[in-house]
Nanobody, 116 residues
Framework: QVQFVESGGGLAQPGGSLRLSCTASGSIFGINTMGWYRQAPGKQRELVAVITSGGMTNYADSVKARFTVSRDNAKNTAFLQMNSLKPEDTAVYYC??????????WGQGTQVTVSS
C-alpha cells in the first residue's frame, strides 16, 4: 500500500499563487518520478509537471514559466509552486509517483480553484 499526504490546494484569485506539496509513504520501491497531473470538469486528466530523482523536469506548455516543480528525495516529497494563476488552472490536482519498477501511483487529489 502506498499513501499520499497532499496539501496546499484551495482558492486563489487570478494572478495569485498557491503551493502544493505531496509526501509518499508506504510500500513504494524507490521513487523515480514525482509530480502532478490535473483534471478539469469534462476534460481528460493531463500532465502538469513532473520531476525525476535526478532533477529532470517536464512541464505542460500551459504552465511553463508560471509553475515550478521541486522535490526532497530523502523525504519522498514533491512541491508545486504555482504563480500567476489563471481561471483555466482550476482543476483537481493529483499527486503522481512512479517507482523504479515502472509502477504508477496516484494521490486522492486536491481542488485548486482560481476565481475572483
Amino acid at each position: 500500500q502506498v499513501q499520499f499526504v497532499e496539501s496546499g490546494g484551495g482558492l486563489a484569485q487570478p494572478g495569485g499563487s498557491l503551493r502544493l506539496s505531496c509526501t509518499a509513504s508506504g510500500s513504494i520501491f524507490g521513487i523515480n518520478t514525482m509530480g502532478w497531473y490535473r483534471q478539469a470538469p469534462g476534460k481528460q486528466r493531463e500532465l502538469v509537471a513532473v520531476i525525476t530523482s535526478g532533477g529532470m523536469t517536464n512541464y505542460a506548455d500551459s504552465v511553463k514559466a508560471r509553475f515550478t516543480v521541486s522535490r526532497d528525495n530523502a523525504k519522498n516529497t514533491a512541491f508545486l509552486q504555482m504563480n500567476s494563476l489563471k481561471p483555466e488552472d482550476t482543476a483537481v490536482y493529483y499527486c503522481y509517483a512512479m517507482d523504479e519498477r515502472g509502477h504508477n501511483y496516484w494521490g486522492q487529489g486536491t481542488q485548486v480553484t482560481v476565481s475572483s
